[in-house]
Nanobody, 126 residues
Framework: QVQLVESGGGLVQAGSSLGLSCVAS????????MGWFRQAPGKEREFVAG????????AYADSVKGRFTISRDNAKNTVYLQMNSLKPEDTAVYYC???????????????????WGRGTQVTVSS
């Protein structure tokens, strides 16, 4: 498994932007797809965005499409999530995740991932 550490969460007003980072260690980062999930109080963990090992394939949840951007820097073992036009309903704990299998094209379901960070809180006030 890989160790993942998220950073960048915080409290912002609606309409603001926020960037999250996740640094990975423990295995060859560049071989594995990465993803971001979130979990709001009383709700299940949901997929936000995923990116293939090369960065060539990207997927977003419909709720964030056009507002959030996922990217990765394999030289820095880091995956990013840039969040723009934030809404109160984006409030959640955001988790970084590393895919279970190398070079897979499956990276949108929680079961596709076997390593998770501790999460970082994002709160958007209205």
């Amino acid at each position: 498994q890989v160790q993942l550490v998220e950073s960048g969460g915080g409290l912002v007003q609606a309409g603001s932007s926020l960037g999250l980072s996740c640094v990975a260690s423990g295995r060859i980062f560049s071989m594995y797809p990465m993803g971001w999930f979130r979990q709001a109080p009383g709700k299940e963990r949901e997929f936000v965005a995923g990116i293939s090992w090369s960065g060539g394939n990207i997927a977003y949840a419909d709720s964030v499409k056009g507002r959030f951007t996922i990217s990765r820097d394999n030289a820095k073992n880091t995956v990013y999530l840039q969040m723009n036009s934030l809404k109160p309903e984006d409030t959640a704990v955001y988790y970084c995740a590393a895919a279970r299998f190398r070079y897979t094209n499956e990276f949108t379901r929680p079961s596709d991932f076997d390593s998770w960070g501790r999460g970082t809180q994002v709160t958007v006030s209205s």
